[in-house]
Nanobody, 127 residues
Framework: QVQLVESGGGSVQAGGSLRLSCAASVYDANRYAYGWFRQAPGKGREGVAAISRNGGTTTYADSVKGRFTISKDNAKNIMYLQMDSLKSEDSAMYYC????????????????????WGKGTLVTISS
């Protein structure tokens, strides 16, 4: 059973930065695609960023393009989400997800692409 553990959430002021991490208990990280999703109170889950199985392709929601960067360290089985120029509307619970999906961008922002989910880490941006 794959387990995902997110960390790095917190409270920062608008314009600041945070880096989220997602540690995955997978045998070969190259076989898995990864995604970051978020859900704000009263809103649906939104795909934020994703990286393909071999790490060759990344995809971002329009709302975060140019501000967020997804990456992964296959040797450590850790995925990251670097979030810069944060806005109050970025406040949400952030979840990482993974799966042996063959879907490619932009479908990797669809939560149906993933089989395994973490429990989330809270990001709060104050204006």
């Amino acid at each position: 059973q794959v387990q995902l553990v997110e960390s790095g959430g917190g409270s920062v002021q608008a314009g600041g930065s945070l880096r989220l991490s997602c540690a995955a208990s997978v045998y070969d990280a190259n076989r898995y695609a990864y995604g970051w999703f978020r859900q704000a109170p009263g809103k649906g889950r939104e795909g934020v960023a994703a990286i393909s199985r071999n790490g060759g392709t990344t995809t971002y929601a329009d709302s975060v393009k140019g501000r967020f960067t997804i990456s992964k360290d296959n040797a450590k089985n850790i995925m990251y989400l670097q979030m810069d120029s944060l806005k109050s509307e970025d406040s949400a619970m952030y979840y990482c997800a993974t799966g042996l999906t063959s879907w490619s961008s932009p479908a990797l922002l669809d939560d149906r692409a993933y089989s395994y989910w973490g429990k989330g880490t809270l990001v709060t941006i104050s204006s």
